[in-house]
């Protein structure tokens, strides 16, 4: 189906109803949305569809917030996605790490995480002063999101101001050695190396 939409180039036409659908159609457009993305984000990107996300991100409604904040996810994992999400979405993603729902915490920081694989997003992301709610979500032992703000504050680490930071902070990554899931443990053993290297 999504592969369907996409040959139809109906991406476009998808991403201007997000302006002007009613709240119940929107949540259907942003799942058809996410679908085409898995597959081509190109078009979308074309159609200034980060502007329209942007402002979905802010919705009153938790499930247009979360449905919005998968669809980031999926433009993020696209090279040319990471990009446009570096240039205008951070300082939205960073205030989302901190929102009442578990889901749009994890997309958000999904989305942050393939953003600062780039410099520039991990210095829009430092800028947006990410640190602090990351490392909240890295000491609740119940985050959907902890794997994921693991990885991206190692990203951070990798720039001079971001691990100064993070060196107060180890004890946090030391505490996830513990637990259960082997990726976490894994994530936090690469985390304290990087955070901990001495050029």
Wanted: charged share 25%.
């Amino acid at each position: 189906g999504a592969v369907g939409i996409l040959h139809a180039s109906l991406v476009p036409f998808l991403v201007l109803k997000l302006k002007t659908e009613s709240k119940e159609i929107q949540e259907l457009i942003l799942d058809t949305l996410s679908n085409c993305l898995h597959v081509e984000a190109s078009e979308a990107l074309a159609t200034d569809a980060i502007t329209v996300l942007k402002e979905k991100l802010t919705h009153s409604s938790v499930a247009i917030r979360r449905k919005a904040a998968c669809v980031l996810l999926e433009i993020s994992t696209h090279s040319e996605g990471k990009l446009a999400v570096c240039e205008e979405v951070i300082p939205v993603l960073v205030s989302l790490l901190e929102d009442t729902d578990p889901e749009v915490q994890a997309s958000a920081t999904g989305a942050l995480m393939f953003a600062t694989v780039r410099p520039q997003g991990r210095f829009s992301a430092l800028d947006a002063e990410a640190i602090p709610p990351l490392l909240k979500l890295v000491a609740e032992e119940t985050s959907k999101a902890r794997l994921r703000a693991i990885k991206t504050l190692t990203m951070l680490a990798e720039v001079p101001q971001g691990r100064r930071t993070l060196l107060h902070h180890t004890d946090t990554f030391q505490q996830c050695l513990n637990d259960p899931c082997e990726a976490v443990k894994r994530a936090a053993e690469i985390a304290i190396r990087v955070i901990k290297w001495t050029p």
